[in-house]
């Protein structure tokens, strides 16, 4: 079977977008591979090295994983610090990976630019760090966005280069993993892009939110002067809100509005309060689940403490076997 790593830096909660997105995904790839979903902690201080609440960041995003429907029993479900083993091949591989190819590293570059006063060393070996992530399972599969390609062709050279210079077979290079037209794109409500493209309050739908605040902000949606003529095309903060009402609600009443729309009757007022009923009812039994898991720290202790000893298995061998090819002994 396949082996499958991804992931998740520990950054905000999950919105309706991460939901269809990555998250499905997820689900999907757990029945059909040997995956191991990680929290990236580590990752996260390169950006923001004195976090308020490192380990709070943690658990949201733990939560929210599993309440969403990880299966710990299925796939590996750990915390990237959980594994110091990551930290050794982190070192290995980083006695092999060059300034000049790190230094051009987009992301790198971008984020030097943002943050100039903190342009560190795990800064530019983010790829190092994700190369070990990924080869520490000798992963063939990474489910990557655009942003993320670059990273994923760093870790093919790093395992390529292990491979070359210790003459040896050991590690697979991965490729990125794709679902093809599985992925439905779920807009913001600002009006135009992703949902949670923009860091903007009020372009994503959260699945924890309470009714109220979502009601507040999908009543605020970006909308226009209506259409002009029947049958006219629809602007894109129209054919977002149908977007998203295509995945929310009921045929019917997608086809109510739509003919409301043909016919220039539409009310957008009518349409954004049905969009916001409709949501709700999509979130509510994911937000209690959500509030349900977050309030049983003994499953939470389990699980993690379950993840951490697979995956450790794992990256335990990989580790004493690169230990072994490269040359290290014990007397
Ligand atoms: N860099 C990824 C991101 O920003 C997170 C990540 C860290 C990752 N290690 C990984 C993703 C290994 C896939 C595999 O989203």
């Given at each position: 079977m396949e082996t499958v790593v991804s992931g998740i830096r520990p950054t905000g909660n999950l919105h309706l977008g991460n939901y269809f997105g990555a998250i499905k995904n997820f689900i999907?790839?757990?029945?059909?591979?040997?995956?191991?979903?990680?929290?990236?902690?580590?990752?996260?201080?390169?950006?923001?090295?004195?976090?308020q609440d490192l380990h709070g960041n943690v658990k949201q995003v733990l939560v929210?994983?599993?309440?969403?429907?990880?299966?710990?029993?299925?796939?590996?479900?750990?915390?990237q610090s959980d594994l110091p083993e990551t930290a050794e091949l982190y070192l290995l591989?980083?006695?092999?990976?060059?300034?000049?190819?790190?230094?051009?590293?987009?992301?790198?570059?971008?984020?030097?630019?943002?943050?100039?006063?903190?342009?560190n060393a795990g800064l530019l070996t983010y790829p190092s760090l994700m190369a070990a992530d990924i080869i520490i399972h000798k992963a063939n599969k990474v489910p990557v966005g655009k942003d993320q390609e670059q990273h994923l062709e760093m870790t093919r050279t790093f395992a390529r280069r292990f491979n070359r210079m210790y003459n040896t077979e050991f590690f697979p290079e991965p490729s990125a993993f794709n679902?093809?037209?599985?992925?439905?794109?779920?807009?913001?409500?600002?009006?135009?892009?992703?949902?949670?493209?923009s860091e903007g309050e009020g372009n994503a739908v959260f699945l924890a939110e309470d009714p109220k605040s979502i009601r507040k902000k999908i009543m605020r949606a970006v909308t226009d002067a209506g259409p002009a003529e029947p049958n006219a095309p629809k602007a894109e903060p129209i054919e977002n809100l149908f977007s998203l009402l295509k995945v929310v609600s009921t045929q019917e009443t997608v086809d109510y509005f739509e003919e409301q729309y043909n016919t220039c009757n539409i009310r957008y007022g009518d349409l954004k309060k049905q969009l916001a009923e409709d949501?709700?009812?999509?979130?509510?039994?994911?937000?209690?689940?959500?509030?349900?898991?977050?309030?049983?720290?003994?499953?939470?202790s389990k699980v993690a403490k379950m993840g951490a000893e697979k995956a450790r298995e794992s990256s335990a061998k990989t580790v004493k076997e690169a230990r072994e090819i490269i040359g290290f002994r014990s007397f």
């Amino acid at each position: 079977m396949e082996t499958v790593v991804s992931g998740i830096r520990p950054t905000g909660n999950l919105h309706l977008g991460n939901y269809f997105g990555a998250i499905k995904n997820f689900i999907r790839m757990q029945e059909e591979y040997n995956c191991f979903f990680f929290i990236a902690d580590y990752h996260s201080l390169t950006t923001h090295p004195t976090p308020q609440d490192l380990h709070g960041n943690v658990k949201q995003v733990l939560v929210e994983y599993l309440a969403t429907g990880i299966d710990p029993e299925k796939a590996t479900l750990y915390i990237q610090s959980d594994l110091p083993e990551t930290a050794e091949l982190y070192l290995l591989l980083n006695m092999n990976a060059y300034m000049g190819e790190l230094e051009r590293v987009t992301t790198f570059k971008e984020k030097a630019r943002k943050q100039p006063n903190n342009v560190n060393a795990g800064l530019l070996t983010y790829p190092s760090l994700m190369a070990a992530d990924i080869i520490i399972h000798k992963a063939n599969k990474v489910p990557v966005g655009k942003d993320q390609e670059q990273h994923l062709e760093m870790t093919r050279t790093f395992a390529r280069r292990f491979n070359r210079m210790y003459n040896t077979e050991f590690f697979p290079e991965p490729s990125a993993f794709n679902f093809g037209d599985n992925l439905i794109k779920i807009p913001g409500l600002d009006g135009s892009g992703k949902m949670g493209k923009s860091e903007g309050e009020g372009n994503a739908v959260f699945l924890a939110e309470d009714p109220k605040s979502i009601r507040k902000k999908i009543m605020r949606a970006v909308t226009d002067a209506g259409p002009a003529e029947p049958n006219a095309p629809k602007a894109e903060p129209i054919e977002n809100l149908f977007s998203l009402l295509k995945v929310v609600s009921t045929q019917e009443t997608v086809d109510y509005f739509e003919e409301q729309y043909n016919t220039c009757n539409i009310r957008y007022g009518d349409l954004k309060k049905q969009l916001a009923e409709d949501v709700i009812q999509f979130t509510t039994p994911l937000r209690e689940r959500i509030l349900e898991v977050a309030a049983n720290e003994q499953y939470l202790s389990k699980v993690a403490k379950m993840g951490a000893e697979k995956a450790r298995e794992s990256s335990a061998k990989t580790v004493k076997e690169a230990r072994e090819i490269i040359g290290f002994r014990s007397f």
